[in-house]
């Protein structure tokens, strides 16, 4: 096996990403030694079981002699584990996150890591609806990019671009390929490729739920019809997409303006009975999944391959989804 990236790398944060970077960071040998710290003692014991590293309670313990910190909590907890940890940095670490937004995420741990800290904010394209320490596996990252978004601000300390170096490798260890760009570039992307996505998930299935004419069992009994796709999305972790909204919000409303608009002209030519307008908007959106699958982005299988037969077993395992 290659030589390790980190001599030691340490995790805050056992959840669905902390929990598979451990996984991935263990099986590709990428960190020679992996310390793990999560606030929950219930969450510790079970990463523990799972064999995800040196569990410890202590958070300061954990950072100690780490060449590199990865914050796997939701982006409004970044700057207070940061401040917590700060002092127990040892000079020359990098410091990384995995927040699904950029520029929070960024200044806040620029606002509180000490200077001799390298502040590398980061975030896997990839993920699943799940959460917690169980849900968590190796090959999370594989073929998913990994953005980094290097702070201006930290570019003129010594060292700073071999330490984007060294992280890049650690990601491409684990899989992923890597991208750097502005993490306000960052965050105007993803408020359209994954922020607006999910929050239109979450209302769609709020509204159905709401819906007095429709009673419950009828929209789980027929969900197949498309609904069922948004319900796996709408089950992700409230904390993180609440922390997510609050922290992306000008990128995520000018977003939703221009979908509103947009679905707006869809409300209208439904109206109006305008079927070539229908048809025209459909088919680009056709289009544009077709160029996903191309990209390698997506399976190719009609309805993300799922057996269809009456007797299918509905537990057989496929490839979890990528979000983000
Ligand atoms: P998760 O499975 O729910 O894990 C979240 C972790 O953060 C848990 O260890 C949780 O501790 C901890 N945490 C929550 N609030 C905290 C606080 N105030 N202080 C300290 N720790 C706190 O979530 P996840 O999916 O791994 O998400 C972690 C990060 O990855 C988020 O920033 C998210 O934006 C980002 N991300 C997620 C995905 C995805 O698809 N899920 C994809 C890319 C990036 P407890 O054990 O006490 O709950």
């Known amino acids: 096996m290659a030589a390790a990236v980190f001599d030691k790398l340490a995790l805050i944060g056992a959840g669905l990403i902390g929990s598979s970077i451990a996984r991935a960071a263990a099986e590709t040998g990428a960190a020679a030694e992996i310390s793990v710290w999560d606030r929950d003692p219930v969450v510790r014991e079970a990463a523990d079981e799972l064999g995800l590293g040196q569990v410890t309670p202590d958070l300061q313990g954990a950072v100690t002699g ?4 990865i914050l796997c909590v939701p982006v409004g907890a970044i700057g207070a584990v940061t401040q917590a940890v700060a002092d127990d940095l040892a000079p020359g670490a990098i410091l990384t996150d995995v927040g699904s937004v950029k520029t929070v995420a960024a200044s806040a741990m620029a606002e509180h890591a000490p200077g001799a800290i390298h502040v590398i904010p980061g975030h896997p394209i990839a993920g699943t ?4 320490p169980a849900a968590g596996f190796a090959s999370l990252f594989k073929g998913a990019w990994h953005i980094l978004t290097p702070l201006a601000s930290e570019t003129e300390k010594p060292g700073h671009r071999d330490a984007v170096k060294t992280l890049t490798a650690f990601w491409e260890r684990l899989g992923a390929r890597v991208e750097t760009m502005a993490a306000e570039r960052h965050d105007r992307v993803l408020a359209i490729t994954s922020h607006l996505p999910h929050l ?8 159905a739920y709401d819906m007095e004419r429709i009673d419950e069992q009828e929209v789980v009994k027929y969900s197949a019809g498309g609904f069922r796709d948004f319900t796996r999305i709408a089950a992700s972790d409230p904390t993180m997409w609440r922390d997510v ?7 995520v409303l000018e977003t939703l303006g221009r979908f509103s608009e947009d679905l707006a002209a869809l409300q209208r030519a439904i109206r109006w009975d305008d079927g070539d307008m229908l048809y025209e908007a ?3 959106a056709r289009g544009i999944r077709q160029a996903i699958i191309d990209a390698g982005m997506d399976r190719s299988e009609v309805n993300f391959g799922r057996d269809q037969r009456p007797d299918a077993d509905l537990n057989s395992p496929i490839d979890p989804n990528r979000d983000a």
Do not use: M, P, Y
């Open 129 to 132: 609806e799940a959460s917690g």
């Open 245 to 251: 909204f609050l922290t992306n919000k000008a990128a």
């Open 200 to 207: 239109i998930a979450f209302n769609i299935v709020s509204t």
């Open 282 to 284: 459909f088919s680009r």
């Open 66 to 69: 780490a060449d590199c910190v």
